[in-house]
């Protein structure tokens, strides 16, 4: 009797067990789906920069949100996505809130970052910063690290954007030194500094980067050429008294035709009957880039290029300068096309496979797939420094860019950690799509326990 008790216990005991193992299985099984389908829907909103979250996201709401919305959609495409979201899913585990899509979307940046280290590995780095005011009225300063990779192609990767409170040297370098401790990245390994012509930045004893080479002397510093040329740009015009006064009724214009909707509706039609007629008698021709509309901002003394563009778009009257200004960017360029040339030349010598290689870029490259690289380290790594060294720091500024379209007036209160986030999926979309779901949602599981 008490064999059959025993067998008879231990029958229901593993019953039970399976039972409830086989429950927790297919919770789990749909928690990863619900997770899944959430995810797939963060990445669409991340990679096209739009906002996550509505006015009124309550159940009896005509508009949820962004999220929501698509989510919903998404479900009502997808039966498999349908049976573990929305009604189907847990009251407590809907995996829909705010703090959720926050950690996924930082796991999603923390993913990008990291194959953007792995990629850079123990290479030599230039570091390019910049420093501007969002819609928010925060100081925001974006990093930027420029590399060549494995292949000897010239890399540059927004490594993220810091909130400093002030833009004295010691908040910024403060700032730089804990984002390096972060990504463990070594002031050993930088190679070049690239900044605009603040005061705070070039100062000799006490500016930004003087204190960078005093920790690493052998890191270079040169003004961006940009910042050079539109310095030089605004001296010649205020120097020049006929260009001069042409920026000065440039200037006039634009505050006339954009202070009245009605007078830049006016303009934009006297300028279409012009251009119409002109067609008409084949003296222009249309095409894309060509006479099309386009808008004249104000010229202004710290705005990159707003000079230079109004010059270029008057060609006609003034081809002096725009052949001086055609003179200084070739001269900015000839030190590196020599050096390339004088190599090239010496490696047609020996192969034949670098033939018409006319760059830098191109013959690292090819010194690559040669296997050169290995045969001369020496003048490799000598090219590899030249091509360290950028010319300006354009692609901050395009940052800058990106984070208009991020944060906007209707999305002002955006956090830092958010915005960062936000921007490095946003502006390293290429990274982000080589990073697959499941090292995310790994990610994400091992920031803190997960209930299911």
Same mark, same amino acid.
């Not at 039972?19 to 990445?43: D, Q």
């Not at 509706?265 to 021709?285: A, N, P, T, W």
């Not at 006479?291 to 000079?307: I, K, Y």
């Not at 390293?428 to 299911?452: A, C, G, Y």
């Given at each position: 009797? !008490?064999?059959?008790?025993?067998?008879?216990?231990?029958?229901?005991?593993?019953?039970?067990?399976?039972?409830?193992s086989?429950?927790?299985?297919?919770?789990?099984?749909?928690?990863?789906?619900?997770?899944?389908? $959430?995810?797939k829907?963060?990445?669409?909103?991340?990679?096209?920069?739009?906002?996550?979250?509505?006015?009124?996201?309550?159940?009896?709401?005509?508009?949820?949100?962004n999220?929501?919305?698509?989510?919903?959609?998404?479900?009502?495409?997808?039966?498999?996505?349908?049976?573990?979201?929305?009604? %189907?899913?847990?009251?407590?585990?809907?995996?829909?809130?705010?703090?959720?899509?926050?950690?996924?979307?930082?796991?999603?940046?923390?993913?990008?970052?990291?194959?953007?280290?792995?990629?850079?590995g123990?290479?030599?780095?230039?570091?390019?910063?910049?420093?501007?005011?969002?819609?928010?009225?925060?100081?925001?300063?974006?990093?930027?690290?420029?590399?060549?990779?494995?292949h000897?192609?010239?890399?540059?990767?927004?490594?993220?954007?810091?909130?400093?409170?002030?833009?004295?040297?010691?908040?910024?370098?403060?700032?730089?030194?804990?984002?390096?401790?972060?990504?463990?990245?070594?002031?050993?390994?930088?190679?070049? #500094?690239?900044?605009?012509?603040?005061?705070?930045?070039?100062?000799?004893? %006490?500016?930004?980067?003087?204190?960078?080479?005093?920790?690493?002397?052998?890191v270079?510093?040169?003004?961006?050429?940009?910042? #050079?040329?539109?310095?030089?740009?605004?001296?010649?015009?205020?120097? %020049?008294?006929?260009?001069?006064?042409?920026?000065w009724?440039?200037? /006039?214009?634009?505050?006339?035709?954009?202070?009245?909707?009605?007078?830049?509706?006016?303009?934009?039609?006297?300028?279409?009957?012009?251009?119409?007629?002109?067609?008409?008698?084949?003296?222009?021709?249309?095409?894309?880039?060509?006479?099309?509309?386009?808008?004249?901002?104000?010229?202004?003394?710290?705005?990159?290029?707003?000079?230079?563009?109004?010059?270029?778009?008057?060609e006609?009257?003034?081809?002096?300068?725009?052949? *001086?200004?055609?003179n200084?960017?070739?001269?900015?360029? !000839?030190?590196?096309?020599?050096?390339? !040339?004088?190599? *090239?030349?010496?490696?047609?010598?020996?192969?034949?496979?670098?033939?018409?290689?006319?760059?830098?870029?191109?013959?690292?490259?090819?010194?690559?797939?040669?296997?050169?690289?290995?045969?001369?380290?020496?003048?490799?790594?000598?090219?590899?420094?030249?091509?360290?060294?950028?010319?300006?720091?354009?692609?901050?500024?395009?940052?800058? /860019?990106?984070?208009n379209?991020?944060?906007?007036?209707?999305?002002n !209160?955006?956090?830092?950690?958010?915005? $960062?986030?936000?921007?490095?999926?946003?502006?390293?979309k290429?990274?982000? $799509?080589?990073?697959?779901?499941?090292?995310?949602?790994q990610?994400?599981?091992?920031?803190?326990?997960?209930?299911?």
């Amino acid at each position: 009797m !008490r064999q059959e008790y025993s067998l008879r216990v231990s029958r229901i005991k593993d019953s039970v067990e399976y039972s409830f193992s086989s429950g927790k299985h297919e919770l789990e099984v749909a928690y990863r789906k619900r997770l899944t389908s $959430n995810l797939k829907v963060i990445r669409f909103f991340l990679l096209q920069g739009l906002p996550f979250w509505g006015h009124d996201e309550s159940s009896t709401s005509f508009n949820r949100g962004n999220f929501l919305e698509l989510l919903k959609w998404y479900s009502s495409e997808c039966p498999e996505v349908a049976a573990v979201v929305g009604m %189907n899913a847990p009251g407590n585990n809907q995996t829909i809130f705010p703090k959720i899509q926050k950690k996924l979307v930082n796991a999603c940046a923390v993913e990008t970052t990291n194959a953007i280290l792995a990629d850079l590995g123990d290479r030599w780095f230039t570091l390019l910063l910049d420093e501007a005011r969002d819609c928010s009225v925060k100081e925001q300063m974006a990093v930027v690290i420029r590399y060549v990779n494995k292949h000897g192609e010239v890399i540059e990767r927004f490594m993220a954007v810091v909130h400093v409170a002030t833009t004295t040297t010691a908040c910024l370098k403060e700032a730089i030194d804990s984002l390096f401790a972060k990504y463990g990245l070594s002031v050993a390994r930088l190679r070049d #500094q690239r900044y605009n012509g603040a005061s705070n930045m070039y100062r000799e004893f %006490n500016g930004l980067k003087s204190l960078t080479m005093k920790e690493n002397p052998y890191v270079l510093y040169v003004h961006c050429f940009a910042h #050079q040329l539109q310095l030089m740009v605004v001296a010649v015009a205020q120097a %020049n008294q006929y260009v001069c006064d042409f920026m000065w009724i440039v200037g /006039s214009i634009v505050n006339t035709s954009a202070s009245s909707c009605k007078r830049a509706d006016k303009l934009r039609q006297l300028e279409h009957d012009r251009k119409v007629k002109l067609l008409e008698r084949g003296e222009i021709s249309s095409g894309r880039g060509l006479n099309q509309e386009t808008s004249l901002a104000r010229p202004g003394d710290t705005r990159w290029g707003s000079h230079h563009s109004t010059l270029c778009r008057f060609e006609q009257m003034w081809p002096f300068v725009i052949e *001086v200004l055609q003179n200084l960017i070739d001269d900015g360029d !000839r030190s590196s096309k020599g050096l390339s !040339r004088t190599l *090239v030349e010496r490696m047609e010598r020996s192969d034949e496979r670098f033939k018409g290689i006319s760059d830098l870029g191109a013959l690292a490259k090819k010194m690559i797939e040669t296997m050169k690289n290995r045969v001369f380290p020496l003048v490799y790594w000598m090219i590899e420094l030249a091509l360290l060294l950028p010319v300006a720091t354009a692609t901050v500024e395009r940052l800058f /860019s990106a984070m208009n379209i991020v944060k906007t007036d209707l999305r002002n !209160r955006i956090g830092d950690e958010w915005i $960062n986030d936000s921007l490095v999926v946003y502006i390293e979309k290429d990274v982000f $799509n080589t990073v697959d779901n499941e090292q995310i949602l790994q990610r994400f599981q091992n920031t803190e326990s997960q209930r299911i």
